[in-house]
């Protein structure tokens, strides 16, 4: 079996890997914030700065979650079906007097931006790097769609599935030259847009099932993310008041505007994250 941490890419977000330092204000109560979202729309474990699962990189703020509300068919959506965490509607009659039902675990990795220089490199070239993912990412969809299925068919990873278009692909492990030069030059790019490779290399590996920015309203344009990414926004009278009532308010300061695609993080990355949260939950308890 490949060891992920041998990657060459892994090995490259270790060297790119950088302590976070100068830590503002704002962007701590953005992280406060997001960790509260998450716990509100049903994750159980939740801890800010948390490591990546195969790299030196950490996350802002990272959500396990296990379990999805109970709906009965005719009941309005409740508010955290937002598209944060995917959600089905279950019967009471099958779960009686329940709030929760037990789901396929999932993961959650949030990214929080305060200022467009966090988020994009300031200069002219913005647009053009924008155009010229948008480019390699329809190569690369071009590729996974058509010659990874025919020549390295190994690679699928679900193998129940009754249709191929419904299947999984662990397209991270192909070999195919020309994808893995599509792959190096978009994190070139990605380098070029956001001053590292984090957000390309954790969407590539699957790192969780489900990515997003969180920023305040108005700053991530929909086509500045980067692929595989969501967005949440904050509204702006939350930035500027740590009230603790922010946090459980009934018009949440934080709201899904770009639902993320779902991956499908292989199982030893979910019970790798989890295992992380613990560690970064533990270390923040103890101060």
């Not at 509260?36 to 474990?45: D, E, N, Q, T």
């Not at 994009?120 to 058509?146: K, S, V």
């Not at 020549?151 to 492990?173: C, G, S």
């Not at 949440?232 to 308010?249: F, G, N, Q, S, T």
Request: charge should be positive; hydrophobic fraction near 40%; proline fraction near 7%.
């Amino acid at each position: 079996m490949t060891d992920l941490f041998a990657m060459p890419e892994a090995v490259e977000a270790r060297v790119e890997a950088r302590p976070s330092t100068g830590e503002t204000a704002a962007h701590r109560r953005l992280k406060r914030l997001a960790a509260s979202f998450l716990v509100r729309h049903g994750c159980p474990a939740v801890a800010v700065e948390v490591p990546c699962p195969i790299s030196r990189y950490r996350v802002d703020v990272a959500g396990y979650v296990d379990r999805q509300r109970v709906i009965m068919p005719g009941d309005a959506a409740p508010d955290d079906s937002s598209g944060v965490i995917r959600r089905r509607r279950w019967s009471r009659q099958d779960h009686p007097g329940q709030q929760w039902a037990t789901s396929e675990p999932r993961t959650i990795m949030l990214e929080c931006k305060q200022s467009r220089a966090d988020f994009l490199r300031d200069g002219r070239d913005t647009e053009r790097l924008l155009r010229i993912r948008e480019r390699l990412r329809r190569i690369c969809d071009h590729i996974e769609r058509h010659r990874i299925p025919r020549e390295e068919p190994d690679l699928r990873a679900d193998e129940t599935a009754l249709f191929d278009e419904l299947a999984e692909w662990d397209y991270a492990r192909s070999r195919l030259p020309s994808y893995r030069r599509m792959l190096r030059l978009l994190r070139r790019v990605d380098r070029k847009l956001h001053g590292e490779t984090k957000f390309c290399m954790i969407a590539t590996y699957r790192l969780a099932n489900l990515l997003y920015v969180v920023a305040p309203e108005g700053l991530v344009r929909r086509r500045e993310l980067a692929p595989g990414w969501g967005l949440i926004e904050c509204r702006a009278d939350a930035m500027a008041d740590d009230d603790p009532a922010l946090y459980d308010h009934v018009d949440p300061p934080l709201r899904v505007v770009v639902p993320a695609p779902e991956h499908a993080s292989p199982v030893r990355h979910r019970q790798r994250l989890l295992r992380n949260i613990a560690v970064a939950a533990t270390r923040a308890s103890l101060g």
